[in-house]
Nanobody, 117 residues
């Protein structure tokens, strides 16, 4: 079992920045990949960024060049970050952290990001 807790959401003006954190606990050594997804009102949940155990990353086209996913360098590698720059109103959504371990998906509770003036 893996437990995920997100933090760092909030209200920010267009053009601003936020950093989200996702702390994993439990069977963290079984995690193969972690990522961030988001869901805006009335829309489906979509992939934002993912980082796999080898360090490779992948991003949605809509956030490339603005968002950066990273993980801490501790042996446990149990925290993943999403640095969000040049935020736009269309980035407003609930952001969810996801971990994949032993072919099972684990989700955090979500954190609200609102981009508005």
């Amino acid at each position: 079992q893996v437990q995920l807790v997100e933090s760092g959401g909030g209200l920010v003006q267009p053009g601003g920045s936020l950093r989200l954190s996702c702390a994993a606990s439990g069977s963290i050594f079984s995690i193969n990949a972690m990522g961030w997804y988001r869901q805006a009102p009335g829309k489906q949940r979509e992939l934002v960024a993912v980082i796999i155990s080898g360090g490779s990353t992948n991003y949605a086209d809509s956030v490339k060049g603005r968002f950066t996913i990273s993980r801490d360098n501790a042996i446990a590698k149990n925290t993943v970050y999403l640095q969000m720059n040049s935020l736009k109103p269309e980035d407003t959504a609930v952001y969810y952290c996801k971990a994949v371990a032993y072919y099972t998906d684990y989700w955090g509770q979500g954190t609200q990001v609102t981009v508005s003036s």
